[in-house]
């Protein structure tokens, strides 16, 4: 049921022009498109990673509608 309500939310922003995007599991650059609600939990020369998404990027053709929102952690290196 999860999955198929995911697919039909995908079809109706779709259909709208839009586009939910996640950067969850990527490195995170103070140039992404999203917020880091605990960004302030860590040392500047940390290498972080997307944790979790709390909201989601938006996106349209034309580019960015919505900056997203995500909390991060510590890169195991």
Not at 11 to 31: F, H, M, P, R
Not at 32 to 49: E, H, I, K, R, T
């Amino acid at each position: 049921q999860m999955r198929y309500f995911q697919r039909k939310i995908e079809e109706i922003l779709e259909a709208n022009g839009l586009k939910l995007v996640s950067v969850e599991g990527q490195l995170y650059d103070t140039g992404m498109a999203a917020s880091a609600l605990n960004l302030g939990d860590f040392q500047p020369n940390d290498v972080l990673l997307v944790d979790q998404m709390v909201e989601p990027i938006v996106m349209t053709s034309e580019g960015l509608r919505k900056q997203g929102t995500v909390m991060l952690r510590k890169a195991e290196v």
